[in-house]
């Protein structure tokens, strides 16, 4: 008789669905020759000079272990960019944490803040892994819907109408996947005072700021009384197009971030000596190309949203990352049905925004990080569909 493996999964975990990006790209694999507005990921090449950076580094011979925290040529490069760009100060020796990409930055912060039966706040639709992240820690997932009506920002009221007693954390990420979402600053010094007022630490993912299209990006770690109570999350993943590299870092006060510290020491131990040093390039000289790439992006959103709007499908202009977030209600089909049905009949795939959690049903992500060509052809595509 074989062994049932299945009974030995831990409770926790065996509870957790799958991601709904994951199940649906399992459908889209099956179409080689489709037309995908679904990855989350740039179609840029990382830049040569960063690529050269790596080749360099290799030739070296930079294969060794690094320090737990990471390169300190690396921190301090972490440490003036975050104070140029975001404008606060962060001492390299031991207020930076460079990590396997953001996400194992947030599960370093969730990990070593967080007791079993504490609450974590966190706005939806959200990026696929917040709430599993939270589950893992054994905490309780509280969610604040970020509305349409909003653009997908968040109301204050709606924050304090969700905080219960024995919130201890409150994830922000603004620029918002998979919306598209901001937050002013007149916004975050209302989450600043409330965060005070109810003594909760905030976890702010920033891996989108550089990709803000209109206004300036603020952290709220800038705030007055919030840099001492925030754990600031950024990478190279999205802006700098470094997403195989897997290159994050968290920023925060020292004893946050020498917690986190110990829980990346006894599991990841550090990030790759080739992506850090791949990271120093980009730090050092990866402005110009920051900006091309961006430029283009918004040319592809303005274009995309356009073309939404016109064939009646209501889609908000957002001010940050390289998605949008259209509303598909008047089409009368569900998130999910609209994007199977398109993927089968047009080849065109974007993600049903219930895999962003339930706030994003009636909603789909179309990512506007694939090339002008192929989202012309893409919304060609969808008009075709909503004809039928």
Not at 94 to 112: C, H, I, Y
Not at 123 to 150: D, F
Not at 349 to 371: C, H, I, K, N, Q
Request: glycine share 8%.
């Amino acid at each position: 008789m074989s062994l049932d493996s299945s009974r030995f999964v831990a409770d926790h975990v065996g509870s957790l669905p799958k991601s709904g990006i994951r199940d649906f790209f399992a459908l889209v694999s099956q179409r080689p020759d489709a037309i995908s507005l679904a990855i989350g990921e740039p179609d840029f090449v990382t830049p040569w000079h960063i690529r050269e950076a790596a080749i360099f580094a290799l030739e070296r011979g930079k294969t060794s272990y690094t320090d737990n925290l990471g390169l300190i040529r690396l921190r301090q490069e972490i440490s003036s960019y975050v104070e140029d760009f975001f404008g606060v100060r962060y001492e390299p020796q031991d207020q930076v944490l460079v990590t396997v990409g953001v996400s194992e930055a947030l599960d370093l912060a969730l990990r070593a803040l967080i007791n079993p039966g504490d609450k974590v706040m966190y706005h939806q639709p959200c990026y696929v892994s917040y709430n599993p992240s939270i589950k893992l820690v054994h905490a309780t997932a509280i969610g604040v819907a970020a509305k349409s009506e909003n653009a997908f920002s968040l109301d204050i009221e709606d924050i304090k109408d969700a905080w219960e007693p024995g919130v201890k954390v409150f994830i922000l990420n603004f620029p918002t996947n998979p919306t598209g979402g901001t937050a002013d600053k007149a916004l975050l010094q209302e989450i600043a005072e409330f965060a005070i007022e109810k003594d909760m630490l905030i976890i702010s993912d920033e891996i989108y700021s550089e990709l803000t299209f209109e206004g300036e990006h603020t952290s709220i770690a800038t705030l007055p009384g919030m840099a001492e109570r925030t754990i600031l999350l950024h990478g190279f993943s999205k802006a700098f197009a470094m997403t195989g590299f897997r290159i994050g870092y968290a920023c925060g006060p020292v004893p946050l971030i020498d917690a986190m510290m110990k829980v990346h020491q006894y599991s990841m131990l550090c990030a790759p000596i080739l992506s850090q040093e791949t990271a120093i390039e980009a730090l050092k000289n990866g402005a110009p190309s920051v900006r091309a790439m961006r430029s283009k992006y918004k040319r592809r959103r303005d274009f995309l949203v356009e073309r939404l709007n016109g064939m009646g499908i209501p889609c908000h202009l957002p001010r940050g990352s390289f998605y949008v977030f259209p509303d598909i209600r008047p089409s009368g089909k569900s998130s999910k049905d609209f994007a199977t049905g398109l993927l089968e009949s047009q080849n065109v795939a974007l993600v049903p925004g219930t895999a962003f959690g339930e706030d994003g049903e009636g909603f789909v992500r179309a990512s506007f990080a694939s090339s002008y060509d192929n989202i012309i052809e893409a919304c060609n595509r969808i008009e075709r569909y909503l004809q039928h």
